[in-house]
């Protein structure tokens, strides 16, 4: 009878000096080296039930130390690292614990960072193109019009401009509001238990956190219409400069007809 394999040993000795690394990075401001420092230390204990309340405890850590990198200005590119780190250890703890529920903060930011990563996605796919309807059978079909394409090219990248700096607006006017949900929060005069606010302090920490979705919404959908839009109008300016040094005519004789091209200087 062959004996199952034993459990791999936790090297307690390294997730400490981590754990205590990654505190330091945390107090320094140092947000993104926290978490990546946690993340390596905290895979040092593996996923068991002696272990369970630890790497929770360190997994909303490292979800929180994402989140203030976040609102620090991180790029995309942190988002999804993030994103990646947390549903990795979701599916550890789901395979481990059925039906058990994830630690608060860590089933908050991945459903931030997923909004956040999803929406971006969706803002840089390219659009369908916009099709008329179609003519009934038998209707007389009327000549193709000289149309401006760049014209469209220039509306978009001017809707996209537009949208880019609304989102900034909406990252830099939702962390005011996260800011300042924070500091009524902690306001000793308002005496809000951290743990299970109620009354006041509930409706103050879910308005701080409804904020904080939106801040990281516009940081980074920011970026993704502005690049958008710039691009477009860029492409939209050049062909109108094109068309304007550009035209054509047609020409007739008695026994020839064509088309003469102008190119203006």
């Not at 205590?20 to 230390?41: I, K, P, V």
């Not at 130390?65 to 690292?81: M, T």
């Not at 949208?163 to 009524?184: E, I, N, Y």
């Not at 300016?237 to 200087?265: D, H, I, Q, Y």
């Amino acid at each position: 009878m062959t004996s199952a394999a034993p459990a791999p040993a936790d090297d307690l000795v390294k997730f400490d000096s981590g754990f205590r690394e990654g505190q330091d990075q945390f107090n320094r401001g140092e947000y993104l080296s926290a978490a990546r420092t946690w993340s390596g230390a905290v895979e040092r204990l593996h996923e068991s039930p002696d272990n369970k309340d630890n790497r929770a405890a360190v997994y909303s850590y490292i979800a929180d130390a994402y989140g203030k990198s976040a609102r620090n200005g991180a790029g995309l590119d942190i988002v999804r690292e993030g994103l990646a780190v947390l549903d990795a250890y979701a599916a550890q703890f789901t395979a481990a614990y059925p039906g058990e529920a994830l630690p608060a903060q860590v089933i908050e930011t991945r459903d931030r960072f997923r909004a956040a990563s999803d929406a971006a996605d969706a803002a840089a796919a390219p659009q369908p193109p916009v099709t008329g309807p179609r003519e009934p059978p038998g209707a007389p079909v009327d000549a193709p019009k000289q149309g401006k394409p760049w014209r469209g090219l220039a509306i978009g990248g001017g809707v996209s401009l537009g949208l880019g700096l609304a989102s900034l607006g909406l990252f830099a006017g939702g962390l005011a509001r996260v800011r300042d949900g924070q500091r009524q929060f902690d306001d000793p005069a308002n005496a809000c238990p951290p743990n299970d606010p109620q009354g006041a302090c509930k409706a103050i920490d879910d308005g701080a956190k409804a904020w904080d979705v939106a801040a990281t919404l516009g940081v980074f959908l920011a970026p993704v219409l502005l690049g958008a839009g710039g691009a477009l109008l860029a492409v939209g300016l050049k062909r109108r400069a094109a068309e304007r040094r550009m035209s054509m005519a047609p020409t007739f004789g008695l026994r020839s007809a064509g088309v003469t091209w102008a190119l203006r200087f």
